[in-house]
């Protein structure tokens, strides 16, 4: 869980300042109430769509939950909620680019490093197989487009090993230790 290894890193959650959902399904967006007073940045598009799908009488759908879509609503009445259209530098070095639609507003985050950029793919790649053999995710509203995002994550990218997937236990050998 993200609150255990931040513990480990003696951090708080309460001191984070910006939470970046790549969508917000319930395996990405599930620790979100940890980080009280943090700024959380979504797709306008993946918002819009929960709002859409969610009433009182459903709970959970297509991978999203109404409590999450809940506590994205108070985050947004508190003025924590940063919604991006498309792409987005948000700080220097970090940008925000609407991706390969595993849902509708997945997106992937560019961080500008002293060894060129490193993309987090978010589930627009799950597994490095599907960066190495630019293989489309299994879940995708369109696999051209998500096709397409691997293709610019790979123009992007420093190196291939530079794309980290949403899914691969490989990164947590890869990359054991933050420095």
Not at 9 to 19: A, E, F, G, H
Not at 151 to 179: N, T, Y
């Amino acid at each position: 869980k993200p609150q255990k290894k931040l513990e480990d890193l003696r951090i708080n959650p309460s001191d984070i300042t910006d939470v970046i959902l790549t969508h917000a399904h319930w395996d990405h967006i599930g620790s979100l109430y940890s980080y009280t007073n943090a700024n959380v940045w979504i797709q306008q598009s993946e918002y819009d769509f929960m709002r859409q799908i969610f009433d009182e009488s459903r709970k959970n759908t297509k991978g999203f939950r109404l409590k999450d879509f809940k506590l994205l609503q108070q985050i947004e009445k508190e003025g924590r909620l940063k919604l991006i259209n498309g792409e987005s530098q948000i700080f220097d070095g970090v940008t925000l680019t609407l991706g390969g639609m595993h849902t509708i507003g997945s997106q992937y985050v560019t961080l500008e490093t002293i060894d060129g950029n490193v993309i987090i793919a978010g589930d627009n790649a799950y597994m490095y197989e599907n960066i190495q053999k630019h293989k489309p995710i299994g879940s995708t509203i369109d696999v051209e487009a998500n096709l397409s995002t691997l293709r610019d994550m790979h123009k992007q990218a420093a190196s291939p090993f530079f794309i980290l997937p949403g899914h691969d236990p490989k990164i947590f050998r890869w990359f054991p230790e933050i420095q």
